[in-house]
């Protein structure tokens, strides 16, 4: 598991937009969680509150930016989920991803791409 703090869903989404405009004015991205999330200002200053206490953000002379990649978090959020969900099985993620969603062959492709570079490591 990852030594990242843990980020719950509405937390993500907030990070979704830090990260599209970061660095950002306080006032600024309180505005766009408005119009994006439909948040009010209270609840936009507490998830920069407790992601800064958690160490996911910080916010210095009300500009806010990132202290953890969304790379890093995507990482973390699907390892957490092949864990709970498939006991840690990569195999098993995929055979059930692959009956839910069609695939095309691009998507296939680039697949099979990711697969032959990992071997090659």
């Given at each position: 598991?990852?030594?990242?703090?843990?980020?719950?869903?509405?937390e993500?989404?907030?990070?979704l937009?830090?990260?599209?405009?970061?660095?950002?004015?306080?006032?600024?991205?309180v505005?766009?969680?408005?119009?994006?999330?439909?948040?009010?200002?209270?609840?936009?200053?507490t998830?920069?509150r407790?992601?800064a206490?958690r160490?996911?953000?910080?916010?210095?002379?009300?500009?806010?930016?990132?202290?953890?990649?969304?790379?890093?978090?995507?990482?973390?959020?699907?390892?957490?989920?092949?864990?709970?969900?498939?006991?840690?099985?990569?195999?098993?993620?995929?055979?059930?991803?692959?009956?839910s969603?069609k695939?095309?062959?691009?998507e296939?492709?680039?697949?099979q791409?990711?697969?032959d570079d990992?071997?090659?490591v």
């Amino acid at each position: 598991m990852s030594d990242l703090p843990q980020i719950f869903d509405s937390e993500y989404r907030f990070c979704l937009l830090l990260w599209e405009y970061e660095p950002i004015n306080s006032t600024k991205l309180v505005e766009i969680c408005k119009e994006r999330l439909g948040w009010s200002k209270a609840t936009t200053y507490t998830v920069i509150r407790r992601l800064a206490q958690r160490g996911v953000l910080k916010n210095e002379q009300s500009i806010v930016s990132s202290l953890i990649s969304k790379e890093e978090v995507q990482k973390s959020r699907i390892d957490e989920m092949l864990e709970k969900t498939f006991q840690g099985s990569t195999p098993a993620f995929i055979a059930a991803f692959s009956q839910s969603k069609k695939l095309t062959k691009e998507e296939i492709a680039q697949l099979q791409a990711l697969i032959d570079d990992y071997e090659e490591v």
